[in-house]
C-alpha cells in the first residue's frame, strides 16, 4: 500500500530491521570490503549490486535518495553535490555534443548558464522558449536532433507556475523526455510524475534541507519514459555500452535505465556525488518538510496578503493570493500550497528600494532562498547588477523586483519588520 506524502517523508526510503539504527546511519567510508576477486568483479561488471566505492554509491546516499524517489512517486533517485550537478546529470544523461534540448526561459539564473554557456560550450544545442508560448511556438522548437524539454513547476525568481501537463503532452508527442525542476514546490506540494513529467530534479540545498546547512541536489526518475519506442534517438541507452562489456541499459535495467546509467557512467566518470554527511542532514531534513512547507506557505500568504494591501507596494506575485495571474493554475498543480516565496516591488527609485532593504533588520539579504530564514533579493541590485534594464526584462527580472523568501519565523514579527522598514525607506 502507498503511503501518505508525510508518512514517506518520515519514514520513506529506509526500513531497519531488527536491531538496526532507527535512524539512517551515517557510513562514512570511502570504501567497502569483499571476500574473494569474484565478488569485486561481479560488482564492476554490474552482474551484483553492491557498494565499492563511495564515489558511485554509498548507503547512506542511497536511503536518503531512496526516500526521495518515494516521495515523488519514482522507480529511482541518485543524490548530487549540487542542484547543478542534478540538472547537468539529467540533461547530459539523455543528450550529447551535436544534440538538442528545449528548456523554457524563465529558469534559476545559475541553471540558465548551465544550459547557455557549458552545455552549448559541451555542443548541445538548447533553445529557450516562453513557458506561455502556444502549442505551435512549442512544436516550432523541435528539430529532428531534439532529445528532451526542460521546465520548473515554480520558477526562480518570478514564481510562474508550469503547465506541466501541456508540455508533457507536447514532448511525448515528439518522442522525448519532459525534465522538470521541482526545488520550490517540493513533492509535498507538487508531484509533476502524476502530470506526466518524466525526470524530476531538486536542488535540496533549498527546503529539503531547509536549515542553510548543505548544499546537495538529487535527479529523479519516474521509469515511465519508454526509451525503446524512438530507440535510435536514445543511443546511449538503447545499444550496447563498450566500457561494460557490451551492456545495453534498457534491457538489463528496464524502468531503471536512465537512473542506473547516471550513475554507472556520470558519477564513475564525473564525480559529483553528495557526502554521507550531507546526505544525513538532508535526511533529517526530509523528515520535517511537510510540516515545514505547511508553515511556509501559511506565513506567505499572511505577509503577501499584507503586502498587496499596502499602499507602499506596485506590484506582488503571489501564486497563493487570489487574483494573482498564477492563481487558477495553482489551483491545478498546488492545490495545498506553492512555496514561501514571492516577488513584489515597491513604488519609488532604486534608492528607496535600498533604504527599505537597508532598514530591514530580521528579514537579511541573502542570495538564497527557500530555507528557515526570511530572506530578500533585490536581483538588479545584487545578483544582476551587471545587466542594463533593458537586458535584465530580457531575462525575465523586473529591474523593480524584489523576491522575498519567507521563512519559519513568526509571521507578525516579519510583517512587523517589513512595516517598519517601508516608514524608515519614507522617511529617506
Ligand atoms: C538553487 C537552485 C538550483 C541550483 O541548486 P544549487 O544547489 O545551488 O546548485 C537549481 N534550480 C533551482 C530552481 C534553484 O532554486
Known sequence: MTKKIDTLCVQGGYRPKRGESRQIPIIQSTTFKYENSEQMARLFDLEDAGYFYSRLQNPTCDNVAARIAEMEGGVGAILTSSGQAANFFACFNICEAGDHMISTASIYGGTYNLFNVTLRKMGVDVTFIDQEASDEE??????????????????????????????AGIAHKHGVPLIVDNTFPT????????????????????????????????????????????????????????????????????????????????????????????AFYLGLGLQSLHVRMARHCS??????TFLKNHPAVKWIDYPGLEGDREYARAQKYLPNGSCGVMAFALNGDRDYVSRFIDS?????????????????????????????????????????????????????????????????????
Open 360 to 428: 530591514l533588520r530580521l528579514v537579511t539579504i541573502e542570495t538564497h532562498v527557500a530555507d528557515c530564514y526570511t530572506c530578500i533579493l533585490h536581483p538588479a541590485a545584487h545578483t544582476h547588477r551587471q545587466l542594463s534594464d533593458e537586458q535584465l526584462l530580457a531575462a525575465g527580472v523586473a529591474p523593480d523586483l524584489m523576491r522575498l523568501s519567507i521563512g519559519l519565523e513568526d509571521p507578525d514579527d516579519i510583517i512587523k519588520d517589513i512595516e517598519n522598514a517601508i516608514s524608515q525607506a519614507d522617511r529617506g
Open 138 to 167: 512549442f512544436e516550432a522548437a523541435f528539430k529532428p536532433n531534439t532529445k528532451l524539454v526542460f521546465g520548473e513547476t515554480l520558477t526562480n525568481p518570478n514564481v510562474r507556475v508550469l503547465d506541466i501537463e501541456r508540455l
Open 187 to 278: 513533492p509535498v506540494n507538487c508531484r509533476p510524475f502524476e502530470f506526466g513529467a518524466d525526470i524530476v530534479t531538486h536542488s535540496t540545498t533549498k527546503y529539503m534541507d531547509g536549515h542553510g546547512a548543505a548544499v546537495g541536489g538529487v535527479v529523479v526518475d519516474s521509469g515511465n519514459f519508454d526509451w525503446n519506442a524512438n530507440a535510435e534517438r536514445f543511443p546511449g541507452l538503447t545499444t550496447p555500452d563498450e566500457s561494460y562489456h557490451g551492456l545495453i541499459y534498457t534491457e538489463r535495467f528496464g524502468k531503471a535505465a536512465f537512473i542506473t546509467k547516471a550513475v554507472t557512467h556520470l558519477m564513475r566518470d564525473l564525480g559529483s556525488c553528495q557526502s554521507p554527511q550531507n
Open 299 to 304: 506565513s506567505a500568504l499572511k505577509v503577501a
